[in-house]
């Protein structure tokens, strides 16, 4: 079936700007995650979705992050103003059960955002 | 202050060879243990996962090892083929660690070649 699709592949943005990033779960998954990849590193935990949900936002970095799933699949990751420090990957991953600790989680391909 | 260690960033195997990809972490409270595989421009692949009830974990090619007392996890890749040749994370969650309900630490990766 299909797997986790993420939309733009790639984005640059001046600074100041604000986007918009899309992503698409596995159907029938309850749990959403974003995170955010720098160059170099390993993905970052922004914040957590249980069906439509925002059970943990404790990842974003500030205040011009903002995530949302009114109806429980399709999520958008907004960053308002952009900055050149959010330039990263951001990544989107799924999984079935909403008690995760022990799921696993499919990630989709992620958005490479530039900043200039 | 890195939670999921990865201290090697990067690994040269001769194919055929086994490949020993080792982590370590700080957490006592994480439960759940993943390996996740990510080629250029793709997102994380999952690979195989284990749980801390275990200290073993084999799939196929692919066999993951647990020591809880030292809070150590590898992935042992046998025989290692040039397909294999990719950045590996190690990630780890726990339904009573602190965070979200499952989301992933991650480590910095390592990457992997397997030279024919």
């Known amino acids: 079936g299909a797997g986790v699709s993420q939309s733009p592949r790639y984005k640059v943005a001046k600074r100041g700007q604000d986007v918009a990033l899309r992503c698409d779960p596995i159907?029938?998954?309850?749990?959403l995650f974003w995170y955010q990849q720098a160059l170099g590193q390993g993905p970052e935990f922004l914040t957590y979705?249980?069906?439509?949900?925002?059970?943990?936002k404790s990842g974003l970095p500030s205040d011009r992050f903002f995530a949302e799933r009114p109806e429980g699949s399709v999520s958008t990751l907004k960053i308002q103003r952009t900055q050149q420090e959010d330039s990263a990957v951001y990544l989107c991953a799924s999984s079935l059960w909403y008690l995760a600790g022990e799921d696993t989680q499919y990630f989709g391909p992620g958005t490479r955002l530039t900043v200039l | 202050d890195q939670q999921v260690k990865q201290n090697s960033p990067s690994l040269s195997v001769q194919e055929g060879r086994i490949s020993i990809l080792n982590c370590d972490y700080t957490n006592s409270m994480f439960d759940y243990f993943l390996w996740y595989k990510k080629y250029p421009a793709e997102g994380p692949t999952f690979l195989i996962s284990i749980s801390s009830i275990k200290d073993k974990n084999e799939d196929g090619r692919f066999t993951v090892f647990l020591n809880k007392s030292a809070k150590h996890l590898s992935l042992h890749i046998v025989p290692s083929q040039p397909g294999d040749s990719a950045v590996y994370f190690c990630?780890?969650?726990?339904?009573?660690?602190?965070?979200?309900?499952?989301?992933?630490?991650f480590g910095k990766g390592t990457k992997l070649s397997v030279k024919p």
């Open positions: 979705f249980q069906n439509e949900a925002q059970l943990d």
């Open positions: 990630a780890a969650s726990g339904m009573n660690y602190g965070g979200s309900q499952g989301n992933l630490i």
């Open positions: 159907s029938g998954h309850v749990s």
